[in-house]
């Protein structure tokens, strides 16, 4: 597929189908990163929330031994596999 720049001028009916899908791809995704910065400009960053690996560590102590030797030791190279069945 060959990506075309919309030239504002142009119909839209005369795309072709690659570049009404490029347009429209474009278009998305512009969308998306203007309202992804919106919202984390929207956000402020709360210092008071404990960051990602602590809640896990946290969480991970609270699970008994017996449950954790159940765990494969390849979990974390064949999780798809685990999850999956693939």
Do not use: C
Not at 2 to 16: D, M
Not at 52 to 59: A, G, L, P, R, S
Not at 67 to 76: G, Q
């Amino acid at each position: 597929m060959i990506n075309t720049p919309f030239e504002p001028n142009r119909s839209v009916a005369s795309l072709t189908l690659g570049e009404l899908e490029n347009f429209i791809k474009e278009t998305i995704s512009k969308h998306n990163q203007e309202t992804l910065t919106t919202s984390e400009e929207a956000q402020p960053f709360d210092e008071t929330v404990p960051p990602f690996w602590q809640i896990v560590t946290e969480n991970a102590d609270k699970i008994p031994d017996e449950l954790w030797d159940t765990v494969p030791e390849d979990a974390s190279e064949k999780l798809d596999d685990y999850l999956y069945n693939q």
